[in-house]
């Protein structure tokens, strides 16, 4: 159904999930996260598919992160409320992606910002169109990283060069991630 937030076809041994939220630029709110991870289990348990690529809809962004607007009422009840509402959706998500038994690709092909860039991270495999940018905001609203990318991507760019997306904010372009081990590869076409 097209008003889904998550789109799943499978084309022979490969399910292609597309997050389908592009007037919001993909932004992860409870029922994306939650139908992504039904999607998952649904593509766990079908032995016909052998891979998943995982694109966002639209031709600005693969995902630019947290819905602010969606998660701000368990923010403004409390840490503990924060916690368990969003930090721990996050968190099963990008770990369910990690340590999904089959290997997903995603294909950035545009923002991946906060949670969005988290994905990228835990994915096994990443490949970026020439325009995708890649960007860790959540400094500036006052917290790290929730969904494990302050561990992840220290492992996957270095200590250094990941702090240094972290504590700035920067954007960083398709090619610059290519170059310090966020993406496999950034497509030519």
Do not use: W
């Amino acid at each position: 159904m097209s008003h889904d937030v998550v789109l799943a076809e499978t084309r022979g041994p490969v399910a292609l999930v597309t997050l389908n939220r592009p007037q919001k630029l993909n932004a992860l709110d409870y029922a994306l996260i939650d139908r992504l991870m039904a999607v998952l289990d649904s593509i766990e348990a079908d032995d016909d598919v052998r891979a998943v690529v995982l694109t966002g809809a639209g031709e600005r962004a693969f995902s630019s992160g947290a819905d602010i607007a969606c998660f701000a009422p368990s923010v403004r009840r409390g840490p503990a409320a924060a916690l368990r509402d969003f930090v721990r959706r996050g968190q099963r998500l990008t770990g369910r992606i990690e340590s999904f038994p089959k290997p997903v690709i995603v294909a950035v092909n545009g923002l991946a910002h906060g949670g969005g860039c988290e994905i990228v991270e835990a994915a096994p495999l990443a490949i970026a169109s020439a325009r995708a940018e890649f960007c860790k905001p959540e400094i500036n609203l006052g917290f790290a990283p929730p969904f494990g990318g302050s561990q992840r991507l220290p492992r996957l760019v270095g200590r250094k060069r990941a702090l240094r997306m972290i504590l700035t904010a920067q954007p960083i372009t398709a090619r610059a991630a290519c170059e310090l081990g966020l993406v496999n590869e950034v497509a030519t076409s």
